[in-house]
Structures are given as C-alpha cells and as structure tokens.
Nanobody, 123 residues
C-alpha cells in the first residue's frame, strides 16, 4: 500500500495551496481518508476527513471555512485545498486511510499513512 502526498511548498500568508495524495495497492473507494499535520515541536493533529463516497466531510475547527477536502475515486486521489493560509498552518501534512465507517478524527484510527509533504507559510 502506498500513499504519496505532494503539493507542499512555501507560500505567503493569505495564499493558497492544493495538496494531493495518490493511493495505490488498495481499493481506494473502500477507505475513508484523512489529512493530519504536525508542526515542529507539536503533536500531530487532525485536519480533515472524507467518507468513501465523498459525501461526508469533517474538519478541525482551526481550518473550517478555509480548507476543503475532496476525493476522486477514479484517480484514487484525495485532495486538500488550503486557502487563506496562516503562519500557524506551517506543518508537515500527511494523508491517511481507514476502513472504519465513521469519519475518524484521531490518528490511531487510521491504518495506512503517507510520508507527508511540508507546507511553510511565511508572514
């Protein structure tokens, strides 16, 4: 199983980035997907989750209204559109997959993980 995250980079505050996570080795549509992030010196935190069909989503309060999670079950890819970025959004962003049937918001509920992509927001 491989989860390959991409799209990170350096952006100014107020800017936008779109992260992608390509999944292979499993039937993508059988998994709920999530994005997590870990800032330097901090614990990993939940960012967003999406159901198998894409019909249900969940967001951390800190990103609600600014970030949008989506998926393409033909391309086996999950996305995280990030707008109005703030310096406090700086972190390594990782995608994860779970077979659970609820939108999981804790890392221990996820089975497979990608390697992460670094997002740096300058002030």
């Amino acid at each position: 199983v491989q989860l390959q995250a991409s799209g990170g980079g350096l952006v100014q505050a107020g800017g936008s980035l779109r992260l992608s996570c390509a999944v292979s080795g499993v039937t993508f549509s059988n998994y709920n997907m999530g994005w997590f992030r870990q800032a330097p010196g901090k614990e990993r935190e939940f960012v967003a989750a999406i159901s198998r069909s894409g019909g249900s989503t969940s967001y951390a309060d800190s990103v609600k209204g600014r970030f949008t999670i989506s998926r393409d079950n033909v391309k086996n890819t999950v996305y995280l559109e990030m707008n109005s970025l703030k310096p406090e959004d700086t972190a390594v962003y990782s995608c994860a997959a779970t077979r659970g049937f609820v939108l999981a918001t804790t890392a221990r509920e996820y089975l497979f993980w990608g390697q992460g992509t670094l997002v740096t927001v300058s002030s």
